[in-house]
């Protein structure tokens, strides 16, 4: 079992910045963030697994940044150019498998319990 610990979300205004972290509990060999808002579907951000291979959601791609500090078991998302539609709820997920990196759910076993996003115009 794999716990995982959220922080660093909260209220901004569009085009501001903020950073998420996640701290899994044991070793994984990825991580990343999936999101979802009211009415609507769970969509991957992004994620990284521990050959450095990045995915990113293609609605934040050139905005969202996602970096790992292996030495903690600590990823970070880092949302600059925030824009309204950014408003969600964040789960960081992790799995301990090796599979090829993709932004679907099912290839994370371990989720977060979400840290909340909220970004006004």
């Known amino acids: 079992q794999v716990e995982l610990v959220e922080s660093g979300g909260g209220s901004v205004q569009a085009g501001d910045s903020l950073t998420l972290s996640c701290t899994a509990s044991?070793?994984?060999?990825?991580m990343g963030w999936f999101r979802q808002a009211p009415g609507k579907e769970r969509e991957g951000v992004a994620a990284?697994?521990?050959?450095?291979?990045?995915r990113y959601a293609d609605s934040v791609k050139g905005r969202f940044t996602i970096s790992k500090d292996s030495a903690n078991g600590t990823v970070y998302l880092r949302m600059n150019a925030l824009k309204p539609e950014d408003t969600a709820m964040y789960y960081c997920?992790?799995?301990?498998?090796?599979?090829?990196?993709?932004?679907?759910?099912?290839?994370?076993?371990?989720w977060g319990q979400g840290t909340q996003v909220n970004v006004s115009a």
């Open positions: 997920v992790a799995d301990r498998r090796w599979l090829i990196l993709r932004l679907v759910a099912s290839d994370f076993t371990y």
């Open positions: 044991r070793h994984t060999s990825k």
């Open positions: 990284r697994d521990n050959n450095n291979v990045i």
